[in-house]
């Protein structure tokens, strides 16, 4: 199993960032799936979630309104829409499984005028 996130970056706060991750080795459309990040000195949180067919989504309080999850089953892709972005923000984003199996490198999202 392996996941590559992509797409992270230095924005402005109010700015946007689209992550992607491309999965493989799994039933990707077997698997709910979720975003995840870890800032520095803290515990790594899930962010957003979405069910195996894609039409359920569920957001951690902090980012309802402004991230918006997505999937391609067909290509095995995930991506997170970030929007209104805050310094609070900054995080190596992870995708994973939502029971995680193996994770990725990440992408640094660096939320900072």
């Known amino acids: 199993v392996q996941f590559v996130e992509s797409g992270g970056g230095l924005v402005q706060p109010g700015g946007s960032l689209r992550l992607s991750c491309a999965a493989s080795?799994?039933?990707?459309?077997?698997?709910?799936m979720r975003w995840f990040r870890q800032a520095p000195g803290k515990e790594r949180e899930w962010v957003a979630h979405i069910s195996v067919a894609g039409r359920g989504t569920q957001y951690v309080d902090s980012v309802k309104g402004r991230f918006i999850i997505s999937r391609d089953n067909a290509k095995m892709t995930l991506d997170l829409q970030m929007n209104n972005l805050k310094p609070e923000d900054t995080a190596v984003y992870y995708c994973?499984?939502?029971?995680?199996?193996?994770w990725g490198q990440g992408t640094q999202v660096t939320v900072s005028s």
């Open positions: 080795g799994l039933a990707f459309d077997q698997y709910g």
């Open positions: 994973n499984t939502a029971l995680p199996k193996n």
